[in-house]
């Protein structure tokens, strides 16, 4: 009887680390860190999302074809392909958790990594994709952060948890922002500027 008390009283505790397992944790990513690490970052729409099966038929990657508005980092061309792991093909669907989601007609601004030769992938997963949200009258255009869901994201220093750095704001900010990281990476430090 005593057993199945205690056994009672441990499963809440049982399930919630079973669901803390379940979590993607990475490290957290800020503006100006995905801007200087990223190898592109473009500003566009969303044409195509198709799931696929992989060469050797054990997963399922999903391409995300992307229409190139501007490109803010890079040599993106008029469309980029980004692939990621997951989606779904007929009834079967695999989900990785903390990756970015696309839908066919949203626009975007995307952190990009190269990956392979004509593909690339967000940069900090979720962190790595803004969604562009346009008033009615198309006068302003706010540029909003993923959510990132059951994401643990982690401190870089210290490996606590912590929240995400990214907030919401205005596509013009977000961009300029953008183009100040980069700045900054190609500003010399002054220790290399005293160098012969």
Known sequence: MKLHIALRALLPFVLLLSQAASATTMLRADLPELAQTSDAIVHGTVRRVESRWSGDGRRIITDVEIQVTEALKGQAGGTVLVSQPGGRVGDIGQRVSGLATFTPGEEVVVFLEQHGKRAFRVSGMVQGKYQVQRSEDGKSAMAVPEPTGDVLLL?????????SSRRSMSLPELKAAIRTALEQKQAPTRAQEKRP
């Open 155 to 163: 401190d870089r220093d210290s490996r606590q948890p912590t929240p």
